[in-house]
C-alpha cells in the first residue's frame, strides 16, 4: 500500500506540474530531482570511497540540469563551470584527496545532472510518453518477475532481475508508448514507432541495470530511503536518465 500510494502522489505531482504548468516549472521540478538524485549518487559512491562530495556542491548539480532550458550549448558551459568549481573546493579543502573527489563529482554531473536535463528539451507532448514508457517498463518487469520470474538476467549485478521480468517490462513499455504516443502526439503506428519505443524500452533497462551495479558496489540495497516503498530517487529515474537522451535523439526520426 505504502508503494502506490507513494507512486499515486508522484504521479500526480508529475501531471500537474507537466500538464499544467509553465515550462520553467518543468525545469526547476526536473533540477530538484537531479539534486536529490545526485546526492544519492555521492554518497553511494562516498561510502565506497570512503569519503564524498559536500552537499554545497548540490546546487552545482541543480543548475546543470536547469540550463538545458537555456537552449543545448547552454549544459556544456554549464558543466565545465561546475568541474571548475569542484576543482577549485576540492583541491583547497583537501588536497590529498582533491582528485578523488573531482572524479568522484564529475562523474555525478555526468550520469544524473546531464542526463536528467535531457527531459527538458522534450517537446511537452513528449514527456508523457517517455514517462509511461519508463513507468510501465519498470512496473511490468517487477510484477511479471515476481509472478513469472525463473531465470536470471544478471546475476551478477543484480540477482533479484529475471529474463521473465525484463520481457514483461518490455512488452508493457511498447504498449504505454505506443498508446500514449497515439493519443497525444498524433504518432501514427509504424513498425519505425515500435523501434524507437523499444529502443527507449531497452535504455531504460540498461539504465536500471547501471544503478544496480552502482548499488552492488557501494554495498548497498537502495540509494535511499527518501520514497517509502521505492527507495530513493536515484532509484526511480534510473531507467529514465538512460531512456530520455535516447528518446530525444529518436523523436525527430518520427515528426
Not at 582533491?98 to 535531457?118: E, H, I, N, Q, T
Not at 513528449?126 to 531465470?151: E, K, M, Q, S
Given at each position: 500500500?505504502?508503494?502506490?500510494?507513494?507512486?499515486?502522489?508522484g504521479?500526480a505531482?508529475?501531471?500537474?506540474?507537466?500538464?499544467l504548468?509553465?515550462?520553467w516549472l518543468?525545469a526547476?521540478l526536473?533540477?530538484?530531482?537531479?539534486?536529490?538524485?545526485?546526492?544519492?549518487?555521492l554518497a553511494?559512491?562516498?561510502?565506497?570511497?570512503?569519503?564524498?562530495v559536500?552537499?554545497?556542491?548540490?546546487p552545482v548539480?541543480?543548475?546543470?540540469?536547469?540550463?538545458?532550458a537555456?537552449?543545448?550549448?547552454?549544459?556544456?558551459?554549464a558543466?565545465?563551470?561546475?568541474v571548475?568549481?569542484l576543482?577549485?573546493?576540492?583541491l583547497?579543502?583537501?588536497?590529498?584527496?582533491?582528485a578523488?573527489r573531482?572524479?568522484?563529482?564529475?562523474?555525478g554531473?555526468?550520469y544524473v545532472s546531464?542526463?536528467?536535463?535531457?527531459?527538458?528539451?522534450?517537446?511537452?507532448?513528449a514527456?508523457?510518453?517517455?514517462?509511461?514508457i519508463v513507468?510501465?517498463g519498470?512496473t511490468?518487469?517487477?510484477?511479471?518477475g515476481?509472478?513469472?520470474?525463473?531465470?536470471?538476467?544478471a546475476?551478477v549485478?543484480?540477482?533479484?532481475k529475471t529474463?521473465e521480468g525484463?520481457?514483461?517490462?518490455?512488452l508493457?513499455s511498447?504498449?504505454?508508448?505506443?498508446?500514449?504516443?497515439?493519443?497525444?502526439m498524433?504518432?501514427e503506428?509504424?513498425?519505425?514507432?515500435?523501434?524507437?519505443?523499444?529502443?527507449?524500452?531497452?535504455?531504460?533497462q540498461?539504465?536500471d541495470?547501471a544503478?544496480?551495479a552502482?548499488k552492488r558496489?557501494?554495498g548497498?540495497?537502495?540509494?535511499?530511503?527518501r520514497?517509502?516503498?521505492h527507495g530513493?530517487?536515484?532509484?526511480?529515474?534510473d531507467?529514465?536518465?538512460?531512456a530520455?537522451?535516447v528518446?530525444h535523439?529518436c523523436l525527430?526520426w518520427?515528426?
Amino acid at each position: 500500500m505504502t508503494r502506490i500510494l507513494t507512486a499515486v502522489l508522484g504521479l500526480a505531482l508529475v501531471t500537474g506540474v507537466v500538464g499544467l504548468g509553465p515550462a520553467w516549472l518543468f525545469a526547476v521540478l526536473a533540477a530538484a530531482v537531479s539534486a536529490l538524485a545526485l546526492d544519492e549518487f555521492l554518497a553511494m559512491e562516498g561510502a565506497r570511497r570512503g569519503g564524498r562530495v559536500g552537499r554545497w556542491f548540490l546546487p552545482v548539480g541543480a543548475g546543470v540540469t536547469a540550463s538545458f532550458a537555456l537552449g543545448p550549448g547552454a549544459p556544456v558551459w554549464a558543466l565545465a563551470l561546475g568541474v571548475l568549481i569542484l576543482l577549485t573546493a576540492a583541491l583547497a579543502h583537501s588536497p590529498g584527496a582533491g582528485a578523488d573527489r573531482v572524479m568522484m563529482g564529475a562523474a555525478g554531473l555526468a550520469y544524473v545532472s546531464m542526463l536528467m536535463g535531457f527531459l527538458i528539451l522534450l517537446p511537452r507532448d513528449a514527456v508523457f510518453p517517455l514517462l509511461g514508457i519508463v513507468w510501465a517498463g519498470d512496473t511490468g518487469a517487477y510484477y511479471g518477475g515476481r509472478l513469472l520470474g525463473r531465470h536470471r538476467l544478471a546475476p551478477v549485478v543484480s540477482p533479484a532481475k529475471t529474463v521473465e521480468g525484463a520481457v514483461a517490462g518490455a512488452l508493457a513499455s511498447l504498449a504505454a508508448g505506443i498508446l500514449l504516443m497515439y493519443a497525444l502526439m498524433e504518432a501514427e503506428w509504424t513498425l519505425l514507432l515500435t523501434g524507437v519505443v523499444g529502443l527507449t524500452a531497452a535504455a531504460g533497462q540498461a539504465g536500471d541495470l547501471a544503478e544496480s551495479a552502482l548499488k552492488r558496489a557501494a554495498g548497498v540495497k537502495d540509494s535511499s530511503r527518501r520514497l517509502p516503498g521505492h527507495g530513493g530517487v536515484l532509484d526511480r529515474i534510473d531507467s529514465l536518465l538512460f531512456a530520455g537522451p535516447v528518446f530525444h535523439i529518436c523523436l525527430p526520426w518520427l515528426r
